[in-house]
């Protein structure tokens, strides 16, 4: 943990080394933020509505999910419980980093907090008590959000001058991204089975037209993944 009042170098040196290990997803995300903002043009938000999804959700996997309904004419509470099941995750997010932050003043802590994103999560995550550093995190995190917004907006951009920007496969940024995510994670039987069902039951609602396959995948994942980190715990 960091002292109680750290000096301005103390501050700077852990934000900027933040700021560099995020590096590599902020360039990975980029593609997938010019899509977000030009599929919501796309979808006939105004450039302020399509910018401000990136600024106050800032969740690209439930923006896309969310644009997409809101194109296809789905009600409100669709889209809510979508993005809510979508977004679950954070919750286990939060509690893995409760014992990291519990002692941070309330302004880290919100702060934090709205910046907790898988990438960040990727990064922070596994680190330990003693290891966590909040203002690597803030670098690390504010990193990320300002490269989302600022991608975002050159999609917006992008999208009002060529309207056909969304055939352009750029989608695939948003698998590339988990897929970096999820790889060096898949350590253990657990998640690995978690990884594997939910490849195998998403792509089976996919094939069956099942508009809640992506809410069914993940819920199979999570429970075999649990199911198999509990057994082989009693095991041991």
């Given at each position: 943990?960091?002292?109680a009042?750290?000096?301005?170098?103390?501050?700077?040196a852990?934000?900027?080394?933040?700021?560099?290990?995020?590096?590599?997803?902020n360039?990975?995300?980029?593609?997938?933020?010019?899509?977000?903002?030009?599929?919501?043009?796309?979808?006939?938000?105004?450039?302020?509505?399509s910018?401000?999804?990136?600024?106050?959700?800032?969740a690209?996997?439930?923006?896309?999910?969310?644009?997409?309904?809101?194109?296809?004419?789905?009600?409100?509470?669709?889209?809510?419980?979508?993005?809510?099941?979508?977004t679950s995750?954070h919750?286990?997010?939060?509690?893995t980093?409760?014992?990291?932050?519990i002692?941070?003043?309330?302004?880290?802590?919100?702060?934090?907090?709205?910046?907790?994103?898988?990438?960040?999560?990727?990064?922070?995550?596994?680190?330990?008590?003693?290891?966590?550093?909040?203002?690597?995190?803030?670098?690390a995190?504010?990193?990320?959000y300002?490269?989302?917004?600022?991608?975002?907006?050159?999609g917006i951009?992008?999208?009002?001058?060529?309207?056909?920007?969304?055939?352009?496969?750029?989608?695939?940024?948003?698998?590339a991204?988990?897929?970096?995510?999820?790889?060096?994670?898949?350590?253990?039987y657990?998640?690995?089975?978690?990884i594997?069902?939910?490849l195998?039951?998403?792509?089976?609602?996919?094939?069956?037209?099942?508009?809640?396959?992506?809410?069914?995948a993940?819920?199979?994942?999570?429970?075999?993944?649990?199911?198999?980190?509990?057994?082989?715990?009693?095991?041991?």
């Amino acid at each position: 943990m960091t002292p109680a009042h750290p000096s301005p170098s103390q501050r700077a040196a852990p934000f900027w080394r933040g700021t560099l290990a995020m590096m590599p997803l902020n360039i990975a995300v980029i593609p997938w933020g010019i899509l977000a903002g030009s599929f919501a043009i796309d979808a006939g938000l105004t450039n302020l509505e399509s910018q401000a999804m990136s600024a106050i959700l800032f969740a690209g996997s439930a923006q896309l999910v969310a644009t997409g309904m809101f194109k296809s004419g789905a009600t409100l509470s669709a889209m809510l419980l979508a993005v809510l099941f979508i977004t679950s995750r954070h919750l286990l997010y939060s509690v893995t980093m409760r014992s990291k932050i519990i002692r941070l003043p309330l302004r880290w802590r919100l702060s934090l907090g709205f910046l907790l994103t898988d990438e960040l999560f990727a990064i922070c995550g596994q680190q330990s008590d003693n290891q966590f550093n909040p203002w690597y995190a803030l670098g690390a995190g504010l990193s990320f959000y300002l490269c989302w917004n600022l991608a975002t907006l050159v999609g917006i951009l992008s999208g009002n001058l060529f309207p056909e920007l969304n055939e352009l496969g750029l989608e695939f940024a948003v698998a590339a991204t988990f897929i970096a995510l999820v790889v060096p994670n898949a350590r253990s039987y657990g998640v690995i089975a978690a990884i594997l069902t939910a490849l195998v039951v998403s792509v089976l609602c996919q094939s069956q037209g099942m508009e809640s396959g992506l809410i069914i995948a993940s819920l199979s994942a999570m429970t075999l993944g649990y199911v198999v980190e509990t057994a082989l715990e009693k095991r041991q």
